[in-house]
């Protein structure tokens, strides 16, 4: 079995998205976010870990565009500038909630399809797209379905597609799997990496669990809270591909009780 | 498997542990004539609870002597209902053109100004208090007045069984344009989606439940308005409805013409209540909580 390309992590990347000295002040006075200076490299997979109440969804909220830093700015050295200086956002950003956050009334295939027509791209295109982001993620045969005839895992699933569906240079995901069971849970982190070495996209994946930050990714940033800010950045050395047999190496068991132990000083911090 | 595949995976597939290979699985319930049999109980209990009541009075009226001009029993009713039907059939034409026509009414306006509230705060903040005004006011109490006011008879009716109807619309579409889930609005805000795109592919299918459920009480109200306004407008001649076919028939005592009125009445209500239940249930069963059976 081939291994893959030497140096497919460890290359330079130019780096997509600079988060410089932001800080985040809601109108109430909580300091969510403060100073927190982050290089995300493209087609890189980043975790961001941390106990609840440290700024991840705040975080992951300001790079999406949904809300605006107090202080700082969030560079997008790649994309065109305006005279100001202010770089233009990807609008091709793919959000996955904790929450499947499906339409209800809509079939599986129109949920994936629905970010395609806001685009203003024909339905039956949209459509044929989304069918075979469906296919992708698993979902062959339920194209049809209404959201309450999936499982929990299947409503991940497509809701996983939907945020793939516009081939965005980055995917955000604030605690997809965290209502899943274990198995489950397991699955999805296998098909998810899957993805993401297939695409190149770049992952930020905001997670409680240790476990799960160092099995998917190739850096974790680990945060603190009150103020929320950034504690530590690590590097998970381990190749790709990672399956079971990585769950049960010493060099997870390492890397996990380093995360750990920089989670706990975060969490005494 | 392409290139790009993972080596040493397979191709993803849905086998999420809980859900391995599902495909889904329906199974038929037991038919007797044509309906599931489960719905049956549904149908027969009231049925035996309705000939059971029907049997008692006209029993009663039987044995007790009871003159038809105070209480006719059931059968007089029936038979007053077949004689009298060209006369009744033509005021329910009456009544029930007048109750529509004021619930497409109330229908339009109630969902357009939901909208339009939606879309502007200050013309909610504005207007919104003369819409609760109007629905707190009783309608007998001002359809003397409309009925001054506009002139027509007709036209009045309509007016005022509008009144009735259009604020349940009101109320329960704006309830239902606001209550889309948060993470659904951050999405299309993602995506750059429009007012537009926001209130068609959002904002109107959450609030059709919500809709739906102001419809069934509105088309109740419409009929209730319009008899009620009726009786206040005391209407003769050829083109008069239900409502005064009962008034005229208890000017001129005639007693079972009165309930067989009645009777038609109720059932119209009853009429309405199952038309817009089943259009609910049509338009929701897919997907919504209200309109699915649980598993047992
Ligand atoms: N809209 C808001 N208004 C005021 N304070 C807020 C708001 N949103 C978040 N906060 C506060 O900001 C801080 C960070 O919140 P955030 O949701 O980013 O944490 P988190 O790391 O995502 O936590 P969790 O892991 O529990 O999701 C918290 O103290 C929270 O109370
Ligand atoms: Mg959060």
Redesign the pocket.
């Known amino acids: 079995m081939d291994k893959p390309a030497a140096g497919t992590q460890n290359a330079p990347a130019a780096t997509l998205i600079s988060l410089q000295c932001i800080s985040k002040q809601?109108?109430?006075g909580?300091l969510?976010v403060r100073n927190v200076d982050l290089d995300l490299r493209q087609g890189e997979f980043v975790s961001l870990l941390?106990p609840?109440?440290?700024?991840?969804?705040?975080l992951l909220r300001m790079i999406s565009g949904l809300s605006q830093p107090s202080a700082g700015e969030i560079d997008w050295p790649l994309n065109p500038h305006d005279s100001a200086g202010h770089a233009e956002r990807d609008r091709d950003l793919g959000f996955v909630f904790q929450d499947p956050t499906l339409m209800p009334w809509s079939r599986a295939i129109g949920n994936v399809a629905m970010p395609l027509i806001l685009k203003g791209m024909r339905k039956a295109e949209a459509y044929e797209r989304s069918a075979e982001m469906l296919e992708l993620v698993g979902l062959k045969g339920f194209e049809k379905s209404f959201p309450r005839e999936l499982s929990g895992g299947m409503k991940m699933r497509v809701s996983i597609a939907r945020a793939l569906v516009t081939k965005p240079r980055i995917l955000l995901m604030d605690?997809p799997f965290a209502a899943l069971d274990e198995i489950t849970r397991h699955r999805l982190n296998d098909d998810l990496l899957d993805l993401w070495w297939k695409s190149r996209f770049t992952a930020v994946f905001?997670t409680?669990s240790v476990f799960e930050s160092v099995y998917l990714s190739q850096r974790i940033v680990v945060m603190a809270a009150r103020p929320?800010r950034v504690m530590a950045d690590l590097d998970v050395s381990a190749p790709y591909p990672r399956s079971e047999t990585f769950r049960t190496s010493p060099l997870y068991a390492d890397l996990c009780r380093l995360a750990s132990e920089k989670l706990k000083e975060a969490i005494h911090a | 498997m392409s290139d790009a595949t993972l080596p040493g995976r397979t191709m993803i597939t849905a086998t999420d542990g809980t859900d391995a290979g599902a495909m889904p699985v329906f199974a038929e319930e037991r038919r007797i004539l044509g309906l599931p049999a489960s719905t049956w109980p549904n149908i027969l209990a009231p049925l035996a609870m309705g000939v059971l009541f029907l049997s008692a009075w006209e029993l009663t009226v039987r044995f007790r002597e009871i003159p038809h001009y105070i209480l006719p029993g059931p059968i007089l009713i029936a038979k007053t209902l077949v004689a009298d039907w060209g006369t009744l059939s033509t005021s329910l034409w009456v009544t029930l053109r007048i109750t529509f026509a004021a619930l497409i009414a109330a229908v339009t306006v109630g969902v357009a100004l939901a909208i339009i509230f939606t879309q502007s705060r200050w013309l909610e903040k504005s207007l919104l208090p003369y819409a609760i005004i109007l629905q707190v006011t009783p309608v007998v109490s001002i359809a003397p007045l409309i009925i001054i006011w506009v002139g027509d008879v007709n036209l009045s009716l309509l007016i005022c069984a509008w009144i009735v109807a259009f604020f349940p619309i009101l109320s329960s579409t704006i309830i239902g344009l606001n209550s889309v889930d948060h993470n659904l609005l951050n999405l299309f805000q993602i995506y750059g989606a429009n007012r537009w795109q926001g209130l068609r592919y959002l904002r109107i299918p959450a609030a059709l439940p919500f809709f739906l459920s102001g419809l069934k009480i509105a088309g109740g109200l419409a009929l209730i308005g319009a008899v009620v306004a009726e009786y206040v407008a005391g209407s003769g001649g050829n083109a008069s409805g239900l409502a005064y076919r009962i008034l005229e028939a208890s000017y001129q005592l005639r007693i079972p013409r009165m309930f067989a009125a009645l009777v038609m009445i109720s059932l119209t209500g009853i009429a309405i209540f199952l038309v817009t239940s089943y259009i609910s249930h049509l338009l929701l069963r897919r997907w919504h909580e209200s309109a699915i059976k649980r598993e047992t």
């Open positions: 809601f109108a109430n909580t969510a941390g609840s109440g440290c700024g991840k969804s705040t605690e905001v409680h929320g």
